[in-house]
């Protein structure tokens, strides 16, 4: 017999590892630029992160971008491969 509970377990760690990869952007950001963002402001979608903050808090996280970068595809093993 089809057991569901299984079954469902498949999505909940798919759920925890985009609430990793949201967190350790929101917390690379702050460790490099020093400013907090939400998680739930954060969309990761195929390998890339999308920021939805204010422009001006945009501009300096793309000025820091390459170092974030750096720092996020050691602490996600490349699952994070930009930043937009």
Same mark, same amino acid.
């Not at 402001?41 to 195929?46: F, P, Q, R, V």
């Given at each position: 017999m089809f057991d569901i =509970?299984?079954?469902?377990?498949?999505f909940?760690?798919?759920s925890q590892s985009r609430n990793f990869l949201k967190n350790s952007v929101a917390e690379t950001i702050k460790e490099i630029c020093n400013i907090e963002i939400n998680p739930e402001?954060?969309?990761?979608? =195929?390998g890339i992160a999308r920021i939805k903050e204010k422009t001006i808090i945009k501009s300096e996280i793309f000025l820091?971008?390459?170092k974030i970068l750096e720092n996020l595809i050691k602490k996600t093993?490349?699952?994070?491969t930009d930043i937009l």
């Open positions: =509970s299984k079954y469902l377990d498949k909940k760690k798919i402001n954060i969309d990761i979608k =195929s820091k971008k390459i093993k490349g699952k994070i």
